[in-house]
């Protein structure tokens, strides 16, 4: 069992598009963080949610972190070609140490 | 460009045998991570050095060890590799524990 669901798993999309990915937990999180991993790179961090109910903008993406910081949102306007990556959701698990966790990801492909 | 360079880019190894992967950070950061990321999936953390001590470990088998030296560059190594070993391997530096990660591009480990 995934402590972080992410859906879709995979989103093909014609660029203008708009779309939005899901990151879902049954557990309560201090915060969240949204990563961007591109074809042969490593992920790239996009933002760090903390409050219940906090909506983030990063130019034609906006995060948001569920009421009750168990889920969060990605969205995504007029999507473009350089917005394909997979998108990756993470957690850090604390109790002594620091673990990170990430989700299997959404992998967005978008089409010119 | 994040700073972290991973060495090398690609390997091909046999069932049984071992290897070293080699991650430089970032100039100025203390802390290194590393992760296995198998095909379709997000990032699994295996462990985490600080100032050249282990401060966390993934559910990873003893076989998977590490090292961290004093200019903070680290190794992992891997012993009596299996198929399922088969992934990318992914280093993060950051300044401190728990702060951002910057990921390098990986060295993509093929066991046959």
């Known amino acids: 069992t995934q402590l972080l669901e992410q859906s879709p798993q995979f989103l093909s999309i014609q660029e203008g598009e708009n779309l939005t990915v899901y990151c879902n937990s049954s557990?309560?999180?201090?915060?969240l963080q949204w990563y961007r991993q591109e074809p042969g790179e490593g992920p790239v961090l996009l933002v760090t949610v903390v409050t219940g109910g906090e909506v983030k903008k990063l130019k034609r993406l906006t995060f948001q972190f569920g009421d009750a910081r168990k889920d969060s949102s990605l969205h995504i306007t007029a999507a473009q070609p350089g917005d394909t990556g997979l998108y990756l959701c993470?957690?850090?698990?604390?109790?002594?140490?620091?673990?990170?966790?990430f989700g299997r990801g959404t992998s967005l492909i978008v089409h010119p | 460009e994040t700073g972290v360079t991973q060495s090398p880019t690609h390997l091909i190894k046999t069932r049984g045998q071992q290897v070293t992967l080699r991650c430089s950070s970032q100039?100025?950061?203390?802390?290194v991570s590393w992760y296995q990321q198998a095909l379709g999936q997000g990032p699994q953390f295996i462990f985490q050095y600080y100032r050249e001590e282990e401060n966390g470990r993934g559910n990873f088998p003893p076989r998977f060890s590490g090292l961290q030296f004093p200019n903070y560059s680290s190794e992992l190594n891997v012993n009596a590799l299996e198929l399922d070993d088969s992934a990318l391997y992914l280093c993060a530096s950051s300044q401190g524990v728990g702060n951002i990660q910057y990921f390098g591009a990986g060295t993509r480990l093929s066991v046959l």
């Open positions: 557990s309560v999180f201090s915060s």
């Open positions: 993470a957690v850090t698990l604390s109790g002594g140490s620091y673990i990170p966790t």
């Open positions: 100039s100025g950061h203390n802390t």
